[in-house]
Protein backbone atom coordinates (compact mmCIF):
# COMPACT_ATOMS: atom_id res chain seq x y z
CA UNK A 1 0.00 0.00 0.00
CA UNK A 2 1.44 3.14 -1.07
CA UNK A 3 0.79 5.40 1.50
CA UNK A 4 2.39 8.31 0.15
CA UNK A 5 0.57 7.88 -3.13
CA UNK A 6 -2.52 7.82 -1.13
CA UNK A 7 -2.02 11.01 0.78
CA UNK A 8 -0.63 13.30 -2.75
CA UNK A 9 -4.32 12.08 -4.09
CA UNK A 10 -6.24 13.25 -1.07
CA UNK A 11 -4.90 16.24 -0.93
CA UNK A 12 -5.65 17.10 -4.59
CA UNK A 13 -8.92 15.48 -4.33
CA UNK A 14 -9.52 18.50 -2.02
CA UNK A 15 -7.88 21.34 -3.88
CA UNK A 16 -9.82 19.98 -7.02
CA UNK A 17 -12.97 19.83 -4.51
CA UNK A 18 -12.73 23.33 -3.64
CA UNK A 19 -13.27 24.11 -7.33
CA UNK A 20 -15.88 21.46 -8.12
CA UNK A 21 -17.49 23.45 -5.00
CA UNK A 22 -17.74 26.87 -6.74
CA UNK A 23 -18.77 25.23 -9.98
CA UNK A 24 -21.43 23.59 -7.95
CA UNK A 25 -22.41 26.95 -6.33
CA UNK A 26 -22.88 28.43 -9.85
CA UNK A 27 -25.60 25.34 -10.47
CA UNK A 28 -27.30 26.09 -7.02
CA UNK A 29 -27.64 29.95 -7.40
CA UNK A 30 -29.05 29.53 -10.79
CA UNK A 31 -31.75 26.94 -9.46
CA UNK A 32 -32.45 28.49 -5.88
CA UNK A 33 -33.21 32.10 -8.00
CA UNK A 34 -35.70 29.93 -10.92
CA UNK A 35 -36.21 26.62 -10.19
CA UNK A 36 -33.72 26.03 -13.56
CA UNK A 37 -30.81 23.21 -13.78
CA UNK A 38 -28.44 24.95 -16.23
CA UNK A 39 -27.13 22.07 -18.16
CA UNK A 40 -24.92 24.79 -20.30
CA UNK A 41 -22.64 25.22 -17.16
CA UNK A 42 -20.16 23.81 -18.42
CA UNK A 43 -20.27 25.53 -21.89
CA UNK A 44 -19.54 28.57 -19.28
CA UNK A 45 -16.08 27.04 -18.38
CA UNK A 46 -15.40 26.50 -22.09
CA UNK A 47 -15.97 29.89 -23.21
CA UNK A 48 -14.14 31.38 -20.37
CA UNK A 49 -10.82 29.48 -20.71
CA UNK A 50 -10.97 30.53 -24.13
CA UNK A 51 -11.71 33.80 -24.12
CA UNK A 52 -9.26 34.09 -21.30
CA UNK A 53 -6.42 32.27 -23.80
CA UNK A 54 -7.36 34.23 -26.43
CA UNK A 55 -6.36 37.35 -24.33
CA UNK A 56 -3.43 36.47 -23.17
CA UNK A 57 -1.70 34.34 -26.62
CA UNK A 58 -3.50 37.57 -29.46
CA UNK A 59 -2.21 40.58 -27.31
CA UNK A 60 0.30 38.81 -24.87
CA UNK A 61 -1.63 40.54 -22.20
CA UNK A 62 -0.63 39.69 -18.78
CA UNK A 63 -2.22 36.78 -16.93
CA UNK A 64 -4.05 39.34 -14.54
CA UNK A 65 -5.43 41.62 -16.73
CA UNK A 66 -6.57 38.80 -19.15
CA UNK A 67 -7.69 36.87 -16.31
CA UNK A 68 -9.72 39.80 -14.67
CA UNK A 69 -11.28 41.18 -18.67
CA UNK A 70 -12.49 37.31 -19.00
CA UNK A 71 -14.52 37.62 -15.55
CA UNK A 72 -16.31 41.29 -17.19
CA UNK A 73 -17.15 39.78 -20.33
CA UNK A 74 -18.66 37.07 -18.73
CA UNK A 75 -20.48 38.96 -16.46
CA UNK A 76 -21.97 40.48 -19.27
CA UNK A 77 -22.37 37.77 -21.13
CA UNK A 78 -24.55 36.24 -18.78
CA UNK A 79 -26.62 39.18 -17.99
CA UNK A 80 -27.59 39.28 -22.21
CA UNK A 81 -27.98 35.31 -22.64
CA UNK A 82 -30.53 35.63 -19.78
CA UNK A 83 -31.79 38.79 -20.89
CA UNK A 84 -32.15 37.90 -24.17
CA UNK A 85 -32.95 34.05 -24.29
CA UNK A 86 -34.28 33.27 -21.06
CA UNK A 87 -36.25 35.82 -19.96
CA UNK A 88 -38.73 35.48 -22.91
CA UNK A 89 -38.79 32.08 -21.10
CA UNK A 90 -40.63 33.01 -17.82
CA UNK A 91 -44.20 31.43 -17.29
CA UNK A 92 -43.14 28.79 -19.48
CA UNK A 93 -42.78 24.75 -17.95
CA UNK A 94 -39.38 24.40 -16.37
CA UNK A 95 -39.04 21.29 -18.86
CA UNK A 96 -38.81 24.08 -21.51
CA UNK A 97 -36.39 26.03 -20.28
CA UNK A 98 -34.20 23.15 -19.30
CA UNK A 99 -34.37 21.73 -23.01
CA UNK A 100 -33.37 25.78 -23.88
CA UNK A 101 -30.26 25.06 -21.46
CA UNK A 102 -29.57 21.71 -23.52
CA UNK A 103 -29.86 23.31 -26.51
CA UNK A 104 -27.67 26.65 -25.65
CA UNK A 105 -25.13 23.84 -24.55
CA UNK A 106 -24.75 22.39 -28.10
CA UNK A 107 -24.67 25.80 -30.02
CA UNK A 108 -21.99 26.92 -27.59
CA UNK A 109 -19.83 23.86 -28.49
CA UNK A 110 -20.10 23.94 -32.08
CA UNK A 111 -19.49 28.37 -31.85
CA UNK A 112 -16.18 26.93 -29.72
CA UNK A 113 -15.45 24.44 -32.29
CA UNK A 114 -15.51 26.88 -35.30
CA UNK A 115 -13.57 29.75 -33.49
CA UNK A 116 -10.93 27.70 -31.87
CA UNK A 117 -10.60 24.58 -33.14
CA UNK A 118 -10.79 20.98 -31.38
CA UNK A 119 -7.73 20.19 -30.65
CA UNK A 120 -5.89 21.12 -27.23
CA UNK A 121 -4.38 24.39 -26.98
CA UNK A 122 -1.71 25.22 -23.71
CA UNK A 123 -2.33 28.47 -21.61
CA UNK A 124 1.33 30.38 -22.18
CA UNK A 125 3.72 30.15 -19.06
CA UNK A 126 1.38 31.39 -15.95
CA UNK A 127 3.85 30.66 -12.93
CA UNK A 128 7.66 30.56 -13.06
CA UNK A 129 7.53 26.85 -11.19
CA UNK A 130 6.04 23.83 -12.44
CA UNK A 131 5.14 22.57 -8.81
CA UNK A 132 5.23 23.92 -5.20
CA UNK A 133 6.63 20.93 -2.29
CA UNK A 134 4.20 21.24 0.54
CA UNK A 135 5.33 19.08 3.26
CA UNK A 136 6.62 16.76 0.72
CA UNK A 137 3.86 16.86 -1.48
CA UNK A 138 4.30 17.89 -5.64
CA UNK A 139 1.14 20.62 -5.77
CA UNK A 140 0.62 22.93 -8.69
CA UNK A 141 0.67 26.43 -8.12
CA UNK A 142 -2.31 26.78 -10.91
CA UNK A 143 -4.32 24.42 -8.22
CA UNK A 144 -3.11 26.90 -5.03
CA UNK A 145 -4.07 29.69 -6.85
CA UNK A 146 -7.89 27.66 -7.68
CA UNK A 147 -7.82 26.74 -4.18
CA UNK A 148 -7.62 30.55 -2.85
CA UNK A 149 -9.76 32.13 -4.67
CA UNK A 150 -12.22 29.32 -4.47
CA UNK A 151 -12.21 30.04 -0.49
CA UNK A 152 -12.32 33.39 -1.09
CA UNK A 153 -15.33 33.10 -3.25
CA UNK A 154 -17.74 30.46 -0.59
CA UNK A 155 -16.86 33.31 1.99
CA UNK A 156 -17.70 36.21 -0.58
CA UNK A 157 -20.81 34.02 -1.09
CA UNK A 158 -21.31 33.59 2.56
CA UNK A 159 -21.25 36.91 3.16
CA UNK A 160 -24.10 37.98 0.25
CA UNK A 161 -26.57 36.38 0.80
CA UNK A 162 -26.18 36.83 4.47
CA UNK A 163 -25.72 40.71 4.40
CA UNK A 164 -25.72 42.30 1.70
CA UNK A 165 -29.32 44.15 0.45
CA UNK A 166 -29.41 42.35 -3.22
CA UNK A 167 -28.18 38.80 -1.44
CA UNK A 168 -31.13 39.07 0.44
CA UNK A 169 -33.28 40.17 -2.59
CA UNK A 170 -31.56 36.86 -4.14
CA UNK A 171 -32.89 34.23 -1.45
CA UNK A 172 -36.36 35.96 -1.21
CA UNK A 173 -37.04 35.49 -5.00
CA UNK A 174 -35.76 31.92 -4.28
CA UNK A 175 -38.29 31.40 -1.61
CA UNK A 176 -40.78 32.93 -3.30
CA UNK A 177 -41.31 34.70 -6.86
CA UNK A 178 -44.53 36.41 -5.73
CA UNK A 179 -44.35 37.24 -2.37
CA UNK A 180 -40.82 38.76 -3.70
CA UNK A 181 -42.66 40.95 -6.62
CA UNK A 182 -44.95 42.37 -3.67
CA UNK A 183 -42.16 43.27 -1.44
CA UNK A 184 -40.84 45.44 -4.77
CA UNK A 185 -38.34 43.28 -5.41
CA UNK A 186 -37.20 43.16 -9.68
CA UNK A 187 -37.37 39.16 -10.42
CA UNK A 188 -36.22 39.80 -13.85
CA UNK A 189 -33.38 41.64 -12.48
CA UNK A 190 -32.51 39.05 -9.58
CA UNK A 191 -32.30 36.24 -12.52
CA UNK A 192 -29.98 38.28 -14.62
CA UNK A 193 -27.60 38.66 -11.68
CA UNK A 194 -27.68 35.20 -10.66
CA UNK A 195 -26.48 34.28 -14.35
CA UNK A 196 -24.29 36.67 -14.43
CA UNK A 197 -22.46 35.40 -11.33
CA UNK A 198 -22.62 32.00 -12.24
CA UNK A 199 -20.80 32.47 -15.96
CA UNK A 200 -18.80 34.77 -14.04
CA UNK A 201 -17.31 32.48 -11.15
CA UNK A 202 -17.64 29.30 -14.11
CA UNK A 203 -14.68 30.84 -16.03
CA UNK A 204 -12.72 31.02 -12.81
CA UNK A 205 -12.71 27.22 -13.09
CA UNK A 206 -12.24 26.83 -16.85
CA UNK A 207 -9.68 29.10 -16.53
CA UNK A 208 -7.51 26.76 -13.62
CA UNK A 209 -8.59 23.83 -15.75
CA UNK A 210 -7.29 24.89 -19.22
CA UNK A 211 -3.94 26.36 -17.06
CA UNK A 212 -3.23 23.13 -16.14
CA UNK A 213 -4.62 20.26 -18.56
CA UNK A 214 -4.95 22.81 -21.79
CA UNK A 215 -7.99 24.31 -23.34
CA UNK A 216 -10.52 21.94 -25.05
CA UNK A 217 -13.99 20.97 -26.12
CA UNK A 218 -13.33 18.45 -23.60
CA UNK A 219 -13.43 21.08 -20.67
CA UNK A 220 -16.90 21.47 -20.96
CA UNK A 221 -17.11 17.96 -19.49
CA UNK A 222 -16.26 19.34 -16.16
CA UNK A 223 -19.73 20.97 -16.08
CA UNK A 224 -21.26 17.18 -16.22
CA UNK A 225 -18.67 16.03 -13.66
CA UNK A 226 -19.64 18.40 -11.06
CA UNK A 227 -23.31 17.70 -11.32
CA UNK A 228 -23.36 14.90 -9.10
CA UNK A 229 -21.88 17.00 -6.58
CA UNK A 230 -24.91 19.32 -6.53
CA UNK A 231 -27.64 16.28 -6.08
CA UNK A 232 -25.05 14.69 -3.36
CA UNK A 233 -25.01 18.45 -1.92
CA UNK A 234 -28.67 19.11 -2.14
CA UNK A 235 -29.56 20.71 -5.30
CA UNK A 236 -30.64 24.19 -3.43
CA UNK A 237 -28.25 24.41 -1.03
CA UNK A 238 -24.91 26.66 -1.18
CA UNK A 239 -23.96 24.81 1.82
CA UNK A 240 -24.45 21.28 0.39
CA UNK A 241 -22.81 22.39 -3.22
CA UNK A 242 -19.37 22.65 -1.28
CA UNK A 243 -19.32 19.44 0.57
CA UNK A 244 -20.52 17.89 -2.60
CA UNK A 245 -17.43 19.48 -4.68
CA UNK A 246 -15.14 18.14 -1.82
CA UNK A 247 -16.32 14.75 -1.58
CA UNK A 248 -16.63 14.15 -5.14
CA UNK A 249 -12.95 15.59 -5.23
CA UNK A 250 -11.96 13.43 -2.50
CA UNK A 251 -13.87 10.37 -4.30
CA UNK A 252 -12.21 10.88 -7.69
CA UNK A 253 -8.55 10.33 -6.42
CA UNK A 254 -9.39 7.64 -4.04
CA UNK A 255 -11.06 5.71 -6.55
CA UNK A 256 -8.19 6.51 -8.94
CA UNK A 257 -6.16 4.70 -6.27
CA UNK A 258 -8.51 1.87 -5.98
CA UNK A 259 -8.11 1.25 -9.38
CA UNK A 260 -4.52 1.78 -10.15
CA UNK A 261 -3.23 -0.61 -7.16
CA UNK A 262 -5.60 -3.04 -7.04
CA UNK A 263 -8.46 -3.21 -9.92
CA UNK A 264 -7.01 -1.90 -12.86
CA UNK A 265 -10.48 -0.97 -14.43
CA UNK A 266 -8.28 1.74 -16.04
CA UNK A 267 -12.02 4.27 -16.21
CA UNK A 268 -13.33 4.15 -12.40
CA UNK A 269 -11.64 7.62 -12.12
CA UNK A 270 -14.43 8.90 -14.50
CA UNK A 271 -17.44 6.97 -13.77
CA UNK A 272 -16.89 6.88 -9.61
CA UNK A 273 -18.84 10.73 -9.40
CA UNK A 274 -21.82 9.30 -11.32
CA UNK A 275 -22.02 6.01 -9.65
CA UNK A 276 -22.30 8.36 -6.23
CA UNK A 277 -24.66 9.76 -7.63
CA UNK A 278 -27.54 6.90 -8.27
CA UNK A 279 -26.56 6.13 -4.64
CA UNK A 280 -27.70 8.90 -3.08
CA UNK A 281 -30.59 9.61 -5.18
CA UNK A 282 -31.58 6.03 -4.24
CA UNK A 283 -30.89 6.47 -0.38
CA UNK A 284 -31.77 10.22 0.30
CA UNK A 285 -33.13 11.72 -3.04
CA UNK A 286 -33.25 15.59 -2.13
CA UNK A 287 -28.98 15.22 -0.96
CA UNK A 288 -27.47 15.79 2.54
CA UNK A 289 -28.64 19.34 2.80
CA UNK A 290 -31.54 19.89 0.37
CA UNK A 291 -34.75 20.37 0.72
CA UNK A 292 -37.25 18.01 1.18
CA UNK A 293 -40.15 18.53 -0.67
CA UNK A 294 -43.72 17.24 1.13
CA UNK A 295 -46.50 16.87 -1.79
CA UNK A 296 -50.24 15.68 -0.54
CA UNK A 297 -51.66 13.26 -3.32
Given at each position: MNVELLLQLVVNGLILGTLYGVVAMCFTLIYKASQVVNFAQGEFLLIGAWVCWWLLTEFQLPFYAGF?????????????????VLRPMIGEPVISVIMVTIGLSIFFQAIMKWLFGVFTQPFPPIFPIRSVDIFGLN????????????LLIMAGFAWFFKYSRLGLAMRATAFNQQVAQSLGISVKQMFAVSWAISAMV?????????????VSPALSFFGIKVFPAVILGGLDSIVGAVVGGLIIGVLENLAEYVDGQWLNLGNLYAIAPFYALVLILMIKPYGLFGTEKIERL
Open positions: LLTLVFMMVFGIVLQVLVQPAYLMSMVISSALAGVVFGIVNG
